[in-house]
Structure formats: C-alpha cells, structure tokens
C-alpha cells in the first residue's frame, strides 16, 4: 500500500488509543487533565492530517481522471477500512467503493460495476440506522437500489465469465433481504407480519433457487454455495420475534422452524468436528421455533433456558455468555407466561434469581471493552427493563452512558449545568418553571424546588443517551463526518427518547428528544415534529443552551484549537437568541454577576467530572 494511504490507516489505529487515555494509579489530578488534554491535541493534528490525506487520494478524484493503479490502491484501502461488524473506517469505505463504481462505469468495466455495487450496498448497510420511527432505515433506498441493480445482472450471468463476479451477484440477490420493509394495515385485515413475511419469501425463494441449482453450481463449484444457503436460513430464523407477537402466524412458524433446523443441524455439525459445545442461541432458536410450531411444550422450552442461564459464569465475557445472561430472563418472562399459572408461581424463584444474575452480571461486564455490544444489547431489551424497579433502570442508563466516556462527561456537565440554570431561573422568574414536570408552587416550596432541581440535572444527564446507539460514528474523532454519518448521528435525539420511554422516563424523553431543537421551531432536528409538551418545555430551552455552552468551550477533551473560549460561546448564545434560543435562558447571563460565576462554575465542574470520569476508569 502506498505510503499516504497507509498513513491515514495507521492514523486511525492511533486515535483508537488516544481517545481512551492512559491512565495509570497514583496519577494528580494535574496530570489526569494533562494526559487528556494532551491526547486531545494529539487526535486534533490527526484529524486535520487525515482530513488532507482523504482529499488528496479520495475526495478531489473523478471516475475520468482516476489511473488504474489509484483504483488499485483505493480498493486495497476500502478492504483494510472494512470488515463487517470490525471496520475501522466503514464510511470512507463507502465512498471509495462508490468512486471505483463510477470508474468501472466510465471504463465500461461490467465485473468491476457488479463487484462495487455488492460493496456499496454492504457498506452503507453497515451504516444504516433506524430513521427514528422504528419502521425502516435512512439508507434503505439506497441498500435496495445497490442489490436490486446487482441482482438484475443475473440475466446475464452466463456472459460474465469471472467466477468472482457471479458470486457478488448470487450475494445481491441474497441480500436483498435486507430491504424487506415493515408492512402496515391495509385495510384488508391481513396480518402485518405475514405480509412481510410474504415480500420476504420472494427475495427467500427466488435465492434459494438459485443456491440450490445444480446448473449453478456445476458452473461455478469455487463459490461457497452451502454458506450462501445456510446465511439465508440463519437471517430468515429472525422472524421468530414474529412468533411473539399477540397474533403469531402458523405460516411463519412453519418456515421459521425449518430454517431453525437448518441451522441447527449445521451448528451441530460444525460443533462436533472441533469438540465443542453447540451455541445457546442456536439452541433456544431451534426450542422456540419447535414451540411455536406445536412440537415443544412451554416447560420443556423454559427448562432449557434456565439450564442455559442458571449454568452461565458471571466471569466469562465471551459473546455466547453475554447473549445467555443478556437475553434468556426476556425470553424466561414471556415464555413462562404461556404455561399454566400454578405452574408459573412455581417458577418465580428461579425467574427472580436469573434477573438478578441479568443485573450483576450486566455491571461486571468491562463497559470501555465491551461497549458497542453491550448497548445494541441494551437497546434491543430496553423494553423489558421497564420490568426491574426504578434503582436498576437508573443503574442501567448510567451504565449505558459510561460506555463511552467523552459523551459521559459531557452529559454530567450538561447535568450540571442544566440544574444551575434551573435554579438560577426559579430566583428570578420561577413562573416560567411552573407546571415543569407537573409540579406546581414551585416558588415558595423548597421540597418542590430540590425535586425540581434533581429532576433537571437527570434530564440534562440523559439529553444524549441516544449517542451511545451510535458508538461507530460518535467515535470518530480523525477525521471530518461524513453527511451520511452525521445524518446517522442526528437520530440520537429520537434514541435517546425511544430507549427513556422504554423504561418509563416518558418526560425525560421528550426532553432528550427536543434538545436539538430551535426555539423558533425553525430549525435544528428532528423536524416535522409536534409541539414539545409543555411539562418540559422549560427545561428543553435550558439544555438547548447549555447543551452549546459546554460542547463549545471544552478545553480539556478537544483541542485548544478547536475550543471557543467562554465569551465567544456567550456571544453566539446571544446572536441566537429568539431563533435558537430561549431569550428568558440566554438573558440570565445579563446579569454580570451570573455570568461570572457560570463561567467559573463551568470550569470548575468540567474539571471535577472529568477526574470522576477517567479517574475511576
């Protein structure tokens, strides 16, 4: 690899280290707050160097003017840059990969136009986020369009000699399946989920077909049929959360079952030629597709899963381990639900116990090394959490943010901050704060006050939760976000609200949700968006603020470079000020008084969080 490309790869395995400061025991506080700042610079002159590497090799190129031998080299950085759920860099991988498609086109190189279109489909896959609603992604259109483009060449798969080429699109027309949408009521009283499960059998069948051909596979016996066929019954066994719906289908069931088998059979295979145990979610997925299908009974299903749970180390981190502890209560609650109820009360001992073997193992798990899997875990269950008292669920959200230790501290200033305002703005217009959060009398009761007060502090805590669903993209610190990133990190607002909601938070939600929001209505994000409910209103204009007032000034975790110093934010505060703004929020600063001690409390609180955070890592 040539040795600017290479710089920008070993560029990105440094700022790896460098956001996780090496911090060692013994250390002052003094030389915490100059280890990290020091990274800080350090990450702030790769970021620009990374930033002019990419627009030497990659943004200032054209598919006319690319030389085959920069195609070569781009392609050798996009498979360093990218490997599925590992990829340092998946977004420049995009890119890269959608340049060689022009440059294929442009050359009429027809192999190299299919080979890009199966890499741009699967990367920006691997980017693809929830738009908000739960209902689709914000890059399915396109991942469609790459597949379905791919796939289309198979009319013409006996022209294209490269066996390579056949393979990537046999792997278009395999994953295809990723675009199959959440179909909703059409007024037929079809069940939603069979409609879906429909649109996902064609794209099912119509592979399978072609899998299993024997003219296929005569004619190309180098590309790994049976893997093409046992990934495809492996993803269609995901319809087994279908099955768990108040109106599961027996159409489903059926297919559901014989993927479950299909995988099974293969694991088991697989497992006994290395002399190892079979996977506990191959096994949970072949019992419940057995249950769902009629041939297992509840009990025997439930046994196997507290035999999984109950015989799982709480020292043992391996992925396996972590699925078992992480997903087997949800799957205990809901199936023990479905035996008889004097067989359920027999059973809330064990169930009780496997929660809290859920929880404790949950805080052992190592958050910085672990971080991405365990919060995809988090979010997928959130629901199901709401189930454990109101102590764990605050436990969990904390945990969740400290995951990730920049959005930690920033979220604890914001908290901070959030309340000094609160309690600022209650001496001199508590008006304005009442009915926040449905207390009223704020003025004149202290015990409503102090509520008040931690009820603020704990939503400007929460205001991103959302970011750390978004570990791969808030992560990256060498160089400038891509508009398809940063369009991926805007939906943290609506994470953040999904993942509150789940446990109960309803009001915090909302203001995790609208902080991004203008005051004017105007702008910021999300848009199209109701009115922000009146209980939390107040406080969303005070994290909106504050919010800006931290990001902008932190001189410790971002370079000095990139910092504006406290007047500068305060002035942009005030130029926003009606638009932006809250102007009763922003206008407390008028007072000189206030303004010099927010500006000290700032510092001071910024400093102290940042030793409470990476001190204690």
Known sequence: MDTLYKKYVDNLNTACGLVKPQVTPGMTEEQL?????????????IHQENDSILQEILFSKKAETLTPEEAAQLSELAEELFSYNRSPDTGIAYRIHKLLYEYGEYRGDVDLMIRELYHQGITILYLNVSDGDGKGGLFDALIEKYFRTGASYLEHYEELADGRTRSYIVRCLGNMKHVVRELKEDGSGRNPDEMMWESYMECFDRTMEVVASSYYREMNPE?????????????????????????????????????????????????KAKNRGLGSRTR??????????????????????????????????????????????????????????????KLQARLGAALDKQQEYLFRLPRNEYALQVTRILQMTAGYMVNHDKGFCQRMLDYILACHPPTFVHSKVVGLLTRWFCGRLAEVRPRLLEGTFGLEGIEGASGKLETLLELAYQSGLRHDLGKCMLLNYIGLYSRRLLDEEFACIKQHA????????????????????????????????????????????????????VDSLDAGTDNVGRSYAAA?????????????????????????????????????????????VYVEVYGGN
């Open 223 to 271: 590309i790994p049929w049976d893997s093409f066929a046992y990934t495809m019954h492996y993803d269609r066994t995901k319809f087994l959360s279908s099955l768990r719906s108040d109106a599961p289908s027996a159409v489903i069931a059926r297919g559901v079952l014989e993927s479950a088998e299909y995988v099974y059979r293969h694991q088991e295979a697989a497992a």
């Open 494 to 545: 609506a994470f953040g609200c999904q993942l509150l909601e789940a446990v109960g938070m309803e009001e915090m939600a909302m203001a995790a949700h609208y902080h991004h929001s203008s005051y004017d209505g105007a702008g910021g994000y999300p848009r199209h968006e109701k009115e922000c409910p009146v209980s939390v209103r107040c406080i969303v204009d005070i994290i909106t603020v």
């Open 33 to 45: 707050i100059d280890t990290i700042r020091s990274g800080a610079e350090r990450l702030f002159r």
């Open 284 to 345: 949970y997925v072949y019992g419940a597709a057995k249950y769902h299908a009629g041939l297992e009974s509840a009990e025997e299903l439930v046994e196997t899963l507290f035999e999984m749970c109950e015989s799982a180390d709480l020292d043992d981190f391996s992925g396996d381990n972590i699925w078992v502890l992480m997903y087997t209560p949800e799957y205990l609650t809901y199936y023990s639900e479905k035996m008889p109820e004097e067989k359920q009360q």
């Open 564 to 608: 504006k110093t406290y007047e500068q934010l305060v002035e942009e505060l005030r130029a926003g000020k009606g638009t932006r703004y809250a102007p009763h929020v922003v206008e407390l600063l008028d007072d000189p008084a206030f303004y010099e001690e927010t500006k000290r409390f700032l510092a001071e609180s910024r400093r102290r």
